[in-house]
T-cell receptor, first 113, second 109 residues
Framework: DSGVTQTPKHLITATGQRVTLRCSPRSGDLSVYWYQQSLDQGLQFLIQYYNGEERAKGNILERFSAQQFPDLHSELNLSSLELGDSALYFC????????????FGPGTRLTVT | DQQVKQNSPSLSVQEGRISILNCDYTNSMFDYFLWYKKYPAEGPTFLISISSIKDKNEDGRFTVFLNKSAKHLSLHIVPSQPGDSAVYFCAASAYDMRFGAGTRLTVKP
C-alpha cells in the first residue's frame, strides 16, 4: 500500500460526458502528479500540483483540468469525453525531499462508451 | 519530449536466467534514476534507484548500472523468476521526474 488513494476504481461513462477523478496523497506529501496510461502504453505525464499551485504541465488536453485543494487532495476533471480518453489514470505523490520519489495510487480505469 | 527512452517494448527470458532492461536519457541535468515495476491493474511501485554519483546499486536480485558518459542505465535481474513478469518503467529526476514508455518483461517457467 503506497498510501496514495484514488477514487473511483472504475468509471464507465458515455462520450460527451464529464467526470471527476479524485486523489488523496500520502500524508505529508505536498506534490501530486497525474498520469494517463492508454492500452498498455507508457505513463503520460499530465500535470503536477505542489501545495495547491500548478507546478508543471505535460501532455494534458484542454478538455482536461485539475486542481489541488487546501487539504492537498487533488481532482482531475475530464470533459467532453471521447472514446480515446479511455485509459488508466494514475495519481502519484512525492515528498519535498530530493529526489522526490513518487508513490503511485492504484489508478482509476475510465471507460468511455 | 522523450527525455527518457526505453527502446525495447518487451523482453522474454527463461526462469533462472538474467534479465537486462535498458534505458537511455538525453537530459544531462538528470541526477537520480529510478526503476518502477507495474503489475496489471495496479499502480507502479518503486523498485530500485541510483544516484548519478554512483555507477552501480544492488538490492538482492536487482542491480542497476549507470553509465553517465553514454547516458544509459540498465536493470539486471538475476536470477529471473516468473513473479518478475511485469512492466518495468525507468524514470529520471532533475527538478521533476520523467518516465520511459516501459518494457514488458515475461519470465517463462
Amino acid at each position: 500500500d503506497s498510501g496514495v488513494t484514488q477514487t473511483p476504481k472504475h468509471l464507465i461513462t458515455a462520450t460527451g460526458q464529464r467526470v471527476t477523478l479524485r486523489c488523496s496523497p500520502r500524508s505529508g506529501d505536498l506534490s501530486v502528479y497525474w498520469y494517463q496510461q492508454s492500452l498498455d502504453q507508457g505513463l503520460q505525464f499530465l500535470i503536477q500540483y505542489y501545495n495547491g499551485e500548478e507546478r508543471a504541465k505535460g501532455n494534458i488536453l484542454e478538455r482536461f483540468s485539475a486542481q489541488q485543494f487546501p487539504d492537498l487532495h487533488s481532482e482531475l476533471n475530464l470533459s467532453s469525453l471521447e472514446l480515446g480518453d479511455s485509459a488508466l489514470y494514475f495519481c502519484a505523490s512525492s515528498s519535498t525531499i530530493y529526489p522526490y520519489e513518487q508513490y503511485f495510487g492504484p489508478g482509476t480505469r475510465l471507460t468511455v462508451t | 519530449d522523450q527525455q527518457v527512452k526505453q527502446n525495447s517494448p518487451s523482453l522474454s527470458v527463461q526462469e533462472g536466467r538474467i534479465s537486462i532492461l535498458n534505458c537511455d536519457y538525453t537530459n544531462s541535468m538528470f541526477d537520480y534514476f529510478l526503476w518502477y515495476k507495474k503489475y496489471p491493474a495496479e499502480g507502479p511501485t518503486f523498485l530500485i534507484s541510483i544516484s548519478s554519483i554512483k555507477d552501480k546499486n544492488e538490492d538482492g536480485r536487482f542491480t542497476v548500472f549507470l553509465n553517465k558518459s553514454a547516458k544509459h542505465l540498465s536493470l539486471h535481474i538475476v536470477p529471473s523468476q516468473p513473479g518478475d513478469s511485469a512492466v518495468y518503467f525507468c524514470a529520471a529526476s532533475a527538478y521533476d521526474m520523467r518516465f520511459g514508455a516501459g518494457t514488458r518483461l515475461t519470465v517463462k517457467p
